[in-house]
């Protein structure tokens, strides 16, 4: 083959594989964005109690709790709390669950009429010699199994297209890599 169809031959395959890379990137970046990705991390309710957006009320404290309603809704936008029985989907943008066991203690948040009120929405614990912040937020849910999947494929087929397009760019340089062919002995 001449040199020439072969670079040629070399930049097509270079500019097909970085087209491959941008699409997965656009795509991966999509679901990101539009929080689908979030949505397959916080799927179901893994107890009963409130689905909540602890990021909307961290800043709560004792003498100034946070009050959120008690309303059903699919998107949480603002401070709701969204009653769910474990099992059950969860609403758009809902990070965590306020189980019932600590809305029975009453230490850190506290149903009142139409209204859930939440005095300590963090928390410094100590487990085993490790000091950790205890939070709402990744509290009580459960991951689309299938979201693992995804990402074990998305990894793959990333590495695989920007293995292939480094490939392509060499070859385009005239740098041709010799593989290393691990199964043949010396």
């Known amino acids: 083959m001449s040199a020439q169809k072969s670079r040629v031959r070399s930049a097509i395959k270079f500019l097909f594989w970085t087209a491959t890379a941008a699409a997965l990137f656009t795509h991966a970046g999509m679901l990101h964005s539009n929080g689908q990705l979030a ?10 109690g409130y689905a909540i957006n602890a990021d909307l009320f961290a800043d709560a404290t004792k003498d100034h709790p946070a009050v959120l ?33 600590i809305l029975k203690a009453g230490k850190r948040a506290v149903v009142e009429g139409g209204t859930l009120k939440v005095s300590v929405p963090w928390q410094m614990q100590d487990a085993k010699g490790f000091k950790f912040k205890d939070t709402f937020k990744h509290k009580g849910v459960e991951t689309n199994p299938w979201a693992a999947v995804w990402n074990v494929l998305m990894v793959i087929f990333l590495g695989l297209a920007l293995g292939l ?10 740098m041709r890599v010799e593989k290393i062919r691990h199964f043949e002995g010396h």
């Not at 603002?78 to 965590?96: F, I």
């Open 39 to 48: 949505a397959w991390y916080y799927h179901r309710a893994a107890a009963d």
């Open 69 to 101: 309603t008690i309303s059903q809704v699919d998107k949480i936008e603002s401070l709701v709390a969204v009653p769910v029985k474990k099992g059950d989907l969860m609403p758009r943008n809902a990070n965590g669950i306020i189980d019932d066991q």
């Open 165 to 174: 397009m480094a490939e392509g760019f060499t070859d385009l340089l005239g």
